[in-house]
């Protein structure tokens, strides 16, 4: 069964930068996307960033556009896929999650998605 597994979270402070890191295993799959939500305390999961795999294109929340960038391992046997956080604000206090389809669909909407990771946290101090 293909198990994705974030990492790369933790603590910082307003303007740093972090690099998460998302990596499937445990089975072969075709992913056609993937992509990072994130949920803050009381609030609904939201789409951060999404990349997709033959093409390498990417998509951003207008949130994060021009802070954040989403790349893909070049070895397409990792599946691997990151999140390069820079210019960290408070707001961006969440736990991140990775996410994969197999399918074309619409990227910001997480019901698409047929994997999930477990989480990392992000927490950005002022």
């Known amino acids: 069964q293909v198990q994705l597994v974030e990492s790369g979270g933790g603590l910082v402070q307003a303007g740093d930068s972090l690099r998460l890191s998302c990596a499937a295993s445990?089975?072969?799959?075709?992913?056609?996307?993937m992509s990072w939500f994130r949920q803050a305390p009381g609030k609904e999961r939201e789409f951060v960033a999404a990349?997709?795999?033959?093409?390498?294109?990417?998509?951003?929340a207008t949130s994060v556009k021009g802070r954040f960038a989403i790349s893909r391992d070049r070895d397409n046997a990792k599946n691997t896929v990151y999140l390069q956080m820079n210019s960290l604000k408070p707001e961006d206090t969440a736990v991140y999650y990775c996410a994969a389809t197999t399918r074309p669909v619409i990227l910001s909407n997480g019901l698409n998605y047929n994997y999930w990771g477990q989480g990392t946290q992000v927490t950005v101090s002022s």
């Open positions: 445990g089975g072969t799959f075709s992913s056609y996307a």
């Open positions: 990349i997709t795999w033959s093409l390498t294109n990417t998509y951003y």
